[in-house]
């Protein structure tokens, strides 16, 4: 992982707080964290990671605490009144959420912890998908991510009130790539068995990004006071690549020496299934209460409209299409590094054990 360097001698943030330390983008904003620490020991981040009572001991085994790193345990995320004595007690500036949730109303408890607490100056939503900032497309092809951004305009009402004491930075990054790559049908594609769903005859260009550009553009908001100011009550776009389906099929192919089966889908017909589902269920209000399990981590409908979001262009307004519109990306003002879509590719096909013998 490329670290991100600071020329100054401290850090505008260097407290943080990363919820949900052991999904895979907290585990990597973590690493990020550390990576950080290594190129600048003079100027480190001083990490928590806060975990559930219930899974302290899993997660201690997998950050054990060391210097600039601890875990606490704590019996609920939302309870707001023990969080925000955490905060003060360890004088976090930053905490960054990365725990999975439809639930507006257990996020805007932990907002609520962070500005009660009087040291969290950044707050990251756990945003990370594609653009949440139009309500109107929302509404009408990806609800399930509606109720993220009725946390950002919490967030908008509850920083307006602190006099930039209280801010936050909300990471859009469009497809999750590596890490949904090697995962059957997460996107899309199914690498194992050699089958993908193209969607609108895969020549729509999107947005994707790997989980380690994703951690390391949390940490550049931090990494130095003027991108800690310009990033603050932002949202930050970011990506490793825009590509197509079809340039991603090109490589899965050359690297196992093998054809995939495709499955052609159009983007339309996948967002109107999608909202049927949402409507079954009982419409935008069932989202806000659900919950999810190990067995069903998504809502009826989920998957479905986000790949239609994520492939489906401008059919569906160019919602995962935001380099190729204003403010842009946001990669060079953050000195992010820039990726090969190719050496991705073979990465994943690689981990996978299906490299074809000629390229071992």
Known sequence: MASITTPM????????????????????????????????????FRITVLTRTSSYTRTLAQFPSSTNLQVLPIDSYTDTDTLTTILRAHNIQALISTIATFNTKDQQRIIDASVASGTVRRFFPSEYGVDTSNRELLVKHLPTAFLKQENVEYLRQVSSGTNGRFTWSAIIVGAFFDWALALPNVMGFDIQNMSVNVIDGGDTKYEATNVGQIARAVIACLASEQAFNDTAGQYVYVN?????????????????????????????????????????????????????????????????????????????????????????????????????????????????????????
């Not at 505008?12 to 620490?37: D, F, K, W, Y």
């Not at 093998?258 to 069932?286: C, F, H, N, V, W």
Request: charged content about 20%; proline content about 5%.
């Open 9 to 44: 001698s401290s850090l505008p943030t260097q407290n943080i707080m990363i919820l949900g330390a052991s999904g895979n983008i907290g585990r990597e904003i973590v690493h990020a964290c550390q990576a950080h620490n290594t190129t600048n020991p003079s100027s480190p």
């Open 240 to 360: 490793s690549f825009t590509t197509t389906q079809n340039e991603v099929i090109a490589l899965i192919e050359k690297y196992t020496g093998r054809s995939m089966q495709r499955t052609p889908i159009d983007s339309l017909d996948l967002s109107r299934k999608a909202r049927e589902q949402m409507d079954a269920m009982g419409g935008l209000e069932a989202y806000r209460a659900y919950e999810t399990t190990a067995e069903a981590p998504y809502a009826p409908g989920a998957v479905e409209s986000i790949l239609a979001c994520i492939y489906g262009g401008e059919k569906l307004n160019g919602i995962n299409q935001y380099s190729m519109r204003e403010p842009g990306l946001w990669n060079e003002k953050l000195g992010l590094p820039k990726e090969n879509l190719e050496d991705t590719v073979r990465g994943v096909v690689e981990g996978l054990g299906m490299l074809k013998k000629q390229d071992l």
